[in-house]
């Protein structure tokens, strides 16, 4: 099936910095997301883009779908701790029974 | 309160054992959907339902079978559990209507499984 490729894997950073994630894949989907687990729970979408070129905030949270419709981003602007989880890019095809994949995610870690 | 429940959410088994792992949601929706989380892998899904009798394999589907004899039900069946079930699993579900329009899915707390 397509495959995601998320990145970076983990990320350490200060309370306060901003914060970048990316998804790319071989293959176009119709829709991009993002959602994050916190520990110990299921993943909770937090953003959902629809069209290429979009660029949605939720917040401190921003994310765009990219042009060629294989990439898209978030960015989260000045980090608090109460970010810390896994960040995971999914994206669906509403052509293929509306097959939706995951990357592998992207743990977060704010440091206080 | 909107949610999806699976239980137990943690379990430790030995290879061979039978077991099953429930998941209700009380959202009426149609879709339901299993998922492993491993580490480096993220979600792959083990097996989706689109309806009552309506099931299909995901991508892993070896060693799991499913059943949706109830629109709210979707358990997760491991006849003989083996050592690389172990694993995080998490079921998900929702209303096919808003599957076009929003791609939300409605995730579970999670049942982590340990296979010895």
């Known amino acids: 099936g397509q495959q995601l490729n998320q990145s970076p894997q983990s990320m350490f950073i200060q309370e306060g910095e901003d914060v970048s994630m990316n998804c790319t894949s071989s293959?176009?989907?119709?829709?991009w997301l993002w959602y994050k687990q916190d520990p110990g729970e299921g993943p909770v979408l937090l953003i959902a883009l629809y069209k290429a070129g979009e660029l949605t905030s939720n917040g401190r949270l921003t994310a765009q779908f990219g042009i060629t419709r294989k990439d898209s981003f978030l960015n989260i602007s000045a980090s608090i701790p109460s970010d810390v989880g896994i960040y995971f890019c999914?994206?669906?095809?509403?052509?293929?029974?509306?097959?939706?994949?995951f990357g592998a995610g992207t743990r977060l870690t704010v440091k206080p | 309160e909107a949610q999806v429940t699976q239980n137990p959410r943690y379990l430790i088994t030995v290879t061979g054992k039978k077991l099953t792992v429930t998941c209700s949601q009380n959202m009426n929706h149609e879709y339901m959907s299993w998922y492993r989380q491993d580490p480096g892998l993220g979600l792959r899904q083990i097996y989706y339902?689109?309806?009552?009798?309506?099931?299909d394999k995901g991508d892993v589907p070896e060693g799991y079978k499913v059943s949706r004899k109830e629109k709210r039900n979707f358990p997760l069946i491991l006849e003989s559990p083996s050592p690389n079930q172990t694993s995080l699993y998490f079921c998900a579900s929702h209303a096919t209507g808003s599957w076009l329009n929003t791609g939300e899915l409605f995730f579970g707390e999670g049942s982590r499984l340990t296979v010895l």
């Open positions: 999914a994206g669906q095809n509403l052509y293929n029974n509306n097959d939706m994949r």
């Open positions: 293959s176009i989907f119709n829709t």
């Open positions: 339902s689109m309806n009552v009798e309506v099931t």
